[in-house]
């Protein structure tokens, strides 16, 4: 690092430290929210209702295109080796007989691939989204088992596929890291989530669990997940003057154009990177090897490529979450109060990545304690870059924490829900900052109401029916607020014939969470528009602003931007009307749009058409672009999601299986936009927790560092048999301070399903396993 | 050689080790039928070969020489969609939209044995007429994956539509 970063580092953190001291003790009014969003008020218009996917039609007809299915003349195809050792040199690569092979375009090794930039590691700058700090086929280093390390181009996939089948390598293999008490052993490092410390020490908790009336401590674990996705990760790509056109399948769409473009010394403006339809994603569609080197030897053989991982690919080459190991030690007072709240342990990352899997941010505003103890640290091992997936940290976190809270509930007699409830935080516990809004307790009581929960059996492995032991479990979800900065939002309005039509164009991603269609349901309100005549367009890398499908932030993300955008219409258009309109004199504070006009916000007679302004004005249409605020409402206020989640299971006293044949999510998320597709969000979450409980896990071969399960045959995920009717509700308490006064519930769903099972398991049949998945095996 | 694709006869391939998947997405073009692990595990792949549910990933395109296939973009007539897929929209049974080609059709394939009798793991009377109940559904559509977890939404979607007309 040279002076002038560590200066720039070092001006930067002063900045932002004098911004987190500032931002909380500045009026409400100063930050973004302080005033509520005027969409929040309005109670008839389309938000709330339910609305059916707009690409609903394409989709159920196969019509909608996604990476593998554009089409380039004169295309290749790829096929990619993978290396069959954790750590190492490559001797000799013999590729003659590959070469040979009927069909055959390329053979591209670090031998002859381009010379091209490291990608930027994800976290490095804002726009950076490369999987690891490491060149891709530049040098004869193997640093994972899996790593891709030749690329056949050629005619057809078969071809490609059979001469990549012909490729001998010979390795010389160094010493690696592999196992888990391997990586302890070389030492662990403090873990750092967006540059902080994942630390956060109040009191003496160690001492105040030591004397605590009631003590729980125990040591959960989780293993590695695949986000397995059913569309593979693929790309259809074009060098086409001198720039580099890609069909990509991204949840991160002008990020990765970016980050690729700086890998061959392009220009932003020479990437055009569109992703219209993504086949799921859960954190994993992003920017992996496969993409750069599909680039480079399209630029090599001089022809457009094809890249479609294979199933086995998709594990060698796109990294799935973290195995951790945590303690959680609760003390309590007689009657149940927390007195000590203690989560910590490790994750293990690669020596070339920076995502530990930071289990305790959902512990740090879950309870009231005087004294928190919270630490994640990293171990290290010579493996495929993890990633983070579906609620990083939270969805395995909550698994720890609430099984612990269970586990208490039971030592100190008193019912799990009510034990909740009486630890309620009146403020955030770690940061101190006010809750912008939180009713979880609301949550819980129409949960257990609608659940049934006083029926649960009171004695653990007391209901029997048959062969089955029955019992019921519940556990809390969180996930925070989050919006990032970077989203930009551009309208058009064009005039068609007495009306308008209005183009929302954002850079973001649409991987079935009904962005799109929840976009244009906004827009609409906002606007005062019909839906029909409300266009979104998104998944492309030539729309202004970057907005990423994470972090369950792309609503608040866009929200925000439309609302920007939004602003700086009605401005333009107030100029457009001029002194002629009734709106003369007004200034864009005064006026709202209504039904496909402007209006006086205190006197909606004073009013004109869009068309009309745009029509004296002799415009056929008006565009404005303009970015979100920054998002300093995260600074000033502690926001979350929460849901209460209830399960019953149902396990077999002979067998040892599980089947969960009751499940219910309360959830406290803010305002919900769309209930159509926010259930099946809601519903998709608890479907994957549902997997992580009983049967998820990546095999990872701790002698050769090799992942031994990469197929769906033997990865186990939830399938139809495995899913009962899952009933959702919510408490719909708009948040006063977000856009629409809405959250993201991208991730709250899968977070806390974990525990939910394990401890209906446990009130099943009185045992309790704290070690996922939950299988047959550890039943018996 | 040839194939009956939605009615219209296409040449074979030339090359034997063909899969009837890929010549149908990357010869024919027809890419509504989805590959998502190449190896019969998701059913993405999923097509109806003069109306049976078949696994077109596992299937060489060669095998099928003058059999009707019908795909995804065969199922709408004109610009009506099938009843299936009308409910698929109404139920949400999906999210990204991947697996729902080969959902739509596994069903349509399903609701087919059901009306021969075919009996499943769940089935209790293996004498009596088939009904689909929830149970059934759930099981004779267990090889179709979903990651994104629209299984109820699929589920009330067959039962509305295919299914319900099984029983009936």
């Known amino acids: 690092m040279s002076i002038v970063d560590t200066a720039k580092q070092a001006a930067q953190g002063l900045m932002q430290g004098a911004m987190e001291k500032l931002v909380p003790l500045a009026p409400d009014s100063w930050i973004p929210g302080g005033v509520p969003d005027p969409l929040i008020a309005r109670k008839h218009g389309l938000i709330g209702t339910p609305v059916s996917r707009l690409d609903g039609p394409l989709k159920v007809k196969g019509g909608a295109r996604f990476a593998a299915e554009y089409r380039f003349d004169d295309m290749v195809y790829a096929a990619l080796v993978y290396a069959t050792i954790p750590r190492g040199r490559i001797v000799a690569i013999d590729q003659a007989a590959a070469e040979a092979a009927?069909?055959?375009?390329?053979?591209?090794?670090?031998?002859?691939?381009?010379?091209?930039?490291?990608?930027?590691?994800?976290?490095?700058?804002?726009?950076?989204?490369?999987?690891?700090?490491?060149?891709?086929?530049?040098?004869?280093?193997?640093?994972?088992?899996?790593?891709?390390?030749?690329?056949?181009?050629?005619?057809?996939?078969?071809?490609?596929?059979?001469?990549?089948?012909?490729?001998?390598?010979?390795?010389?293999?160094?010493?690696?890291?592999?196992?888990?008490?391997?990586?302890?052993?070389?030492?662990?490092?403090?873990?750092?989530?967006?540059?902080?410390?994942?630390?956060?020490?109040?009191?003496?908790?160690?001492?105040?669990?030591?004397?605590?009336?009631?003590?729980?401590?125990?040591?959960?674990?989780?293993?590695?997940?695949?986000?397995?996705?059913?569309?593979?990760?693929?790309?259809?790509?074009?060098?086409?003057?001198?720039?580099?056109?890609?069909?990509?399948?991204?949840?991160?769409?002008?990020?990765?154009?970016?980050?690729?473009?700086?890998?061959?010394d392009l220009t932003p403006d020479q990437v055009r990177l569109t992703s219209p339809y993504v086949g799921g994603g859960?954190?994993?569609?992003?920017?992996?090897?496969?993409?750069?080197?599909?680039?480079?030897?399209?630029?090599?053989?001089?022809?457009?490529?094809?890249?479609?991982?294979?199933?086995?690919?998709?594990?060698?080459?796109?990294?799935?979450?973290?195995?951790?190991?945590?303690?959680?030690?609760?003390?309590?007072?007689?009657?149940?109060?927390?007195?000590?709240?203690?989560?910590?342990?490790?994750?293990?990352?690669?020596?070339?990545?920076?995502?530990?899997?930071?289990?305790?941010?959902?512990?740090?505003?879950?309870?009231?304690?005087?004294?928190?103890?919270?630490?994640?640290?990293?171990?290290?091992?010579?493996?495929?870059?993890?990633?983070?997936?579906?609620?990083?940290?939270?969805?395995?976190?909550?698994?720890?924490?609430?099984?612990?809270?269970?586990?208490?509930?039971?030592?100190?007699?008193?019912?799990?829900?009510?034990?909740?409830?009486?630890?309620?935080?009146?403020?955030?516990?770690?940061?101190?900052?006010?809750?912008?809004?939180?009713?979880?307790?609301?949550?819980?009581?129409?949960?257990?109401?609608?659940?049934?929960?006083?029926d649960r059996p009171a004695t653990p492995a007391s209901r029997r029916d048959g062969e089955w032991l029955v019992g019921m479990g519940c556990a809390t979800g969180t996930y925070p607020y989050y919006r990032m900065p970077g989203a930009e939002a551009r309208i058009t309005l064009t005039r068609d014939g007495d009306a308008v039509r209005a183009t929302v164009e954002v850079a973001a991603a649409e991987m079935g969470m009904g962005t799109s269609t929840t976009t244009a349901i906004v827009a609409a309100e906002r606007l005062g528009l019909p839906l029909d005549r409300v266009e979104v367009a998104y998944g492309d890398s030539a729309i202004p602003g970057a907005i990423m499908a994470g972090g369950s932030q792309q609503t608040a993300a866009i929200g925000a931007a439309v609302i920007a955008a939004h602003n700086a219409l009605v401005a333009e258009l107030l100029k457009l009307a001029g002194n002629d309109s009734g709106l003369a004199g007004l200034s864009p504070d005064d006026v709202g749009s209504v039904d496909g006009g402007l209006s006086k916000r205190d006197d909606p007679v004073r009013r004109e058409s869009y068309a009309s302004i745009l029509s004296r004005a002799r415009r056929d249409s008006v565009t404005v672009t303009a970015a979100g605020s920054p998002p300093l409402e995260l600074m000033h206020w502690s926001m979350h999601s929460h849901s209460a989640l209830f399960c019953e299971v149902r396990v077999n006293a002979v067998t040892g299986e599980t089947r969960v044949t009751r499940m219910l999510g309360s959830f406290d998320c803010g305002r919900i936009l769309n209930p159509r597709t926010a259930t099946s969000q809601f519903r998709g979450g608890i479907i994957m927790g549902l997997g992580m409980a009983l049967m998820e896990e990546t095999q990872f071969d701790e002698r050769s560092g090799r992942i031994m399960n990469p197929s769906l045959a033997e990865y186990h995920l939830p399938v139809h048999m495995d899913v009962p009717e899952i009933d959702v509700i919510w408490t719909d308490i708009a948040d006063p301070h977000t856009p629409m006064g809405a959250h993201g519930i991208g991730e709250i769903g899968i977070t806390g399903v974990a525990a939910a099972v394990a401890n209906a398991i446990y009130n099943a049949t009185g045992k309790r396993v704290r070690n996922l998945p939950i299988t047959l095996d550890r039943l018996l | 050689m040839s194939l009956i694709i939605n009615g219209i006869a296409v040449p074979a391939p030339v090359d034997p080790r063909v899969s009837l998947l890929d010549h149908l997405r990357e010869t024919l073009h027809l890419t509504g039928t989805k590959k998502g692990c190449n190896q019969g595990a998701c059913g993405a792949c999923t097509v109806l070969a003069d109306g049976e549910r078949i696994l077109s990933c596992l299937a060489l395109a060669v095998q099928y020489d003058g059999r009707s296939i019908t795909t995804i973009e065969g199922l709408a007539q004109d610009d009506a969609l099938h009843p299936l897929q009308a409910a698929f929209i109404e139920h949400d049974g999906f999210q990204c939209g991947y697996c729902t080609p080969g959902q739509i059709c596994s069903a349509i394939g399903m609701a087919a044995e059901a009306r021969r009798g075919v009996p499943s793991h769940v089935t209790t009377d293996l004498t009596a007429d088939v009904t689909l109940s929830r149970a059934e559904v759930q099981e004779r559509m267990s090889g179709n994956l979903c990651r994104c977890g629209a299984y109820n939404g699929i589920v009330e979607a067959i039962r509305s539509t295919v299914a319900a007309e099984v029983a009936a």
């Open chain 1, 102 to 264: 009927t069909g055959v375009v390329l053979v591209m090794t670090h031998r002859n691939a381009p010379r091209m930039n490291t990608p930027a590691v994800f976290g490095s700058s804002p726009t950076a989204v490369g999987p690891a700090d490491l060149p891709i086929l530049q040098d004869d280093r193997i640093h994972w088992n899996g790593q891709p390390i030749a690329c056949v181009l050629a005619e057809t996939q078969e071809q490609a596929d059979h001469a990549a089948s012909l490729i001998a390598v010979t390795y010389d293999e160094e010493p690696s890291t592999t196992s888990l008490a391997g990586a302890k052993a070389n030492g662990m490092e403090q873990g750092l989530f967006m540059g902080q410390p994942l630390l956060n020490e109040i009191g003496d908790a160690e001492a105040a669990l030591a004397s605590a009336p009631h003590r729980i401590d125990h040591v959960y674990r989780t293993p590695r997940h695949n986000h397995n996705p059913i569309e593979p990760h693929a790309a259809t790509l074009a060098w086409v003057d001198g720039g580099l056109v890609i069909h990509d399948a991204s949840q991160m769409v002008t990020q990765q154009a970016q980050t690729i473009g700086e890998v061959f």
């Open chain 1, 282 to 454: 859960f954190g994993s569609k992003g920017l992996w090897d496969h993409q750069v080197i599909g680039a480079a030897a399209a630029q090599l053989a001089g022809r457009p490529v094809r890249i479609t991982l294979s199933r086995e690919g998709v594990y060698r080459v796109v990294g799935g979450r973290t195995l951790t190991e945590q303690r959680v030690g609760i003390g309590a007072t007689a009657d149940g109060r927390f007195q000590a709240l203690i989560h910590s342990g490790l994750s293990v990352m690669t020596p070339h990545n920076s995502m530990p899997e930071p289990f305790i941010l959902g512990t740090r505003a879950a309870y009231a304690a005087p004294n928190i103890a919270l630490k994640v640290e990293i171990a290290r091992m010579n493996m495929l870059a993890n990633t983070f997936m579906r609620a990083p940290g939270e969805a395995v976190g909550t698994f720890a924490l609430e099984c612990a809270v269970d586990e208490l509930a039971v030592q100190i007699g008193i019912d799990p829900v009510d034990l909740r409830i009486l630890n309620e935080p009146d403020k955030d516990p770690t940061s101190g900052l006010p809750f912008s809004s939180r009713h979880i307790v609301e949550a819980w009581r129409r949960g257990a109401e609608r659940f049934g929960w006083s």
